[in-house]
């Protein structure tokens, strides 16, 4: 099993609509989370932290279930400017080490 | 700026011509990494640095070589390209357990 799992998608939604990723995580001492937001051939980029209690920036909204450990982004307004490939990165860090672990990504179309 | 610089941008060569990606860092991030993206693959970690002369594999090593012999500075090395290295290489760098910088990427093509 993935250490850190991503619905492929695509999402393929029209402009307005709410959508939301799930991304699963099978380490349960994973310390920090984030999402980023990665355009075709360009490098990712970091969309948000994800912390314990929850965090918002604008039309964007993540979550944290450690109980069931999973990570969650909505987005709500959707643009035509949000397509892209969203991966969710989890960090662990056994024994002083430190790795951080990629999903593979979900991919949202935000059609008009 | 903080930022990654990671040159070139594309790059073009024949097998078994030995070439350098170059990664370099302005943060005084004790961590860095490199990763190849192939289409539906995700990224995969090539090699990672935890600080100056301390590096080790990640998920696919094989063909390459890197070195940490400065804090800011993590080459990727290909002494021996061959075709199933053409792929889409990203250098990062990050604090301990923090966010992750990336560079631009290098768009490389082994004929």
């Known amino acids: 099993r993935k250490e850190v799992e991503q619905d492929p998608g695509p999402f393929n939604v029209p402009e307005g609509a709410t959508v939301a990723f799930n991304c699963t995580y099978s380490?349960?001492?994973?310390?920090?989370f984030f999402w980023y937001r990665q355009d075709c051939r360009k490098e990712p980029k970091l969309l948000m932290s994800?912390?314990?209690s929850g965090n918002e920036d604008g039309r964007f909204t993540a979550q944290l279930n450690r109980a069931s450990q999973y990570i969650s982004l909505l987005i709500r307004d959707s643009k035509l400017s949000d397509s892209a490939t969203y991966l969710c990165?989890?960090?662990?860090?056994?024994?002083?080490?430190?790795?951080?672990?990629f999903g593979r990504g979900t991919s949202l179309i935000v059609h008009p | 700026e903080a930022q990654v610089t990671q040159n070139p941008r594309y790059l073009i060569t024949v097998t078994g011509k030995k070439l350098t990606v170059t990664c370099s860092q302005n943060?005084?991030?004790?961590?860095m990494s490199w990763y190849r993206q192939d289409p539906g693959l995700g990224l995969r970690q090539i090699y990672y640095?935890?600080?100056?002369?301390?590096?080790d594999k990640g998920d696919v090593p094989e063909g390459y070589k890197v070195s940490r012999k400065e804090k800011r500075n993590f080459p990727l090395i290909l002494e021996s390209p061959s075709p199933n290295q053409t792929s889409l290489y990203f250098c990062?760098?990050?604090?301990?357990?923090?966010?992750?910088?990336f560079g631009s990427g290098t768009q490389l093509s082994v004929l």
């Open positions: 380490n349960s001492a994973s310390q920090s």
């Open positions: 943060m005084n991030h004790e961590y």
């Open positions: 990062a760098s990050s604090s301990f357990n923090e966010k992750l910088f």
């Open positions: 990165v989890v960090n662990t860090v056994p024994g002083g080490s430190y790795i951080p672990t």
């Open positions: 640095s935890m600080n100056v002369e301390v590096t």
């Open positions: 994800v912390y314990s």
